[in-house]
């Protein structure tokens, strides 16, 4: 699962993306699903909302919107499936959040490399209202990672951003993703301050250390 992630707008502007018309984002160090973020579609980066939110979803009770897409069952759920095909999406990010259950209390990681903005594999929507709704895609945790939590965004390198969005067959690039390897993410135990979604300020991804008595 990836619930929260942080974006550097120095390192996104640094990226040579051509941005729609009056793009403006600033850094948000704690991103929260129905936040508006930045996505590149077709090259080009465009604000988007994080989760998607179907008609027939809307309708059930304590519904949310689907801010993940599991990879291992992409293919098979009738909800993705469209878009799958038709409408994938990059995802910039610069590290993301996941809580590790230790003695019934949830203690929150910081996951990200050095000095370098990831690019996630996501799926997104076009709305009747203009709007542009994406899902960042997830895939079973790998290495170290897992000792953390289960779940891991799908996280592509260079040479597999370029096969997400290109035009080739949806079944020959599944097949090429889930043949990736393993890229190498660093992580540390942040404060649980990240736990409000109302703090957002840089110090939620400096590393935590106890306090010695």
Not at 39 to 57: F, Q, R, S
Request: net charge neutral; aromatic share 14%; hydrophobic share 30%.
């Amino acid at each position: 699962m990836c619930g929260r992630y942080h974006l550097d707008v120095n390192t996104l502007y640094e990226e040579n993306i051509e941005k729609e018309e009056n793009f403006k984002y600033e850094s948000n160090f704690n991103i929260t699903p129905q936040s508006k973020v930045p996505l590149v579609i077709n090259e080009k980066l465009t604000m988007a909302t994080w989760g998607y939110y179907p008609e027939w979803l809307k309708s059930q009770k304590n519904s949310k919107p689907l801010f993940n897409t599991r990879w291992e069952t992409i293919q098979q759920k009738r909800t993705f499936q469209s878009a799958f095909k038709k409408h994938r999406c990059l995802v910039p990010i610069s590290g993301w959040y996941e809580w590790r259950n230790v003695d019934n209390e949830k203690q929150p990681y910081y996951f990200y490399k050095e000095d370098h903005l990831l690019k996630a594999a996501g799926l997104y929507w076009l709305r009747s209202s203009g709007n542009v709704e994406f899902s960042i895609i997830t895939k079973e945790a790998y290495g170290d990672l897992s000792s953390i939590h289960h779940r891991t965004p799908l996280i592509l390198n260079s040479k597999e951003q370029a096969i997400w969005i290109s035009q080739t067959d949806e079944n020959s690039l599944y097949e090429d993703i889930s043949n990736q390897n393993e890229i190498p993410i660093t992580f540390h135990r942040v404060n649980k301050s990240v736990n409000n979604p109302k703090n957002k300020n840089s110090s939620l991804i400096k590393e935590y250390t106890e306090v010695p008595f």
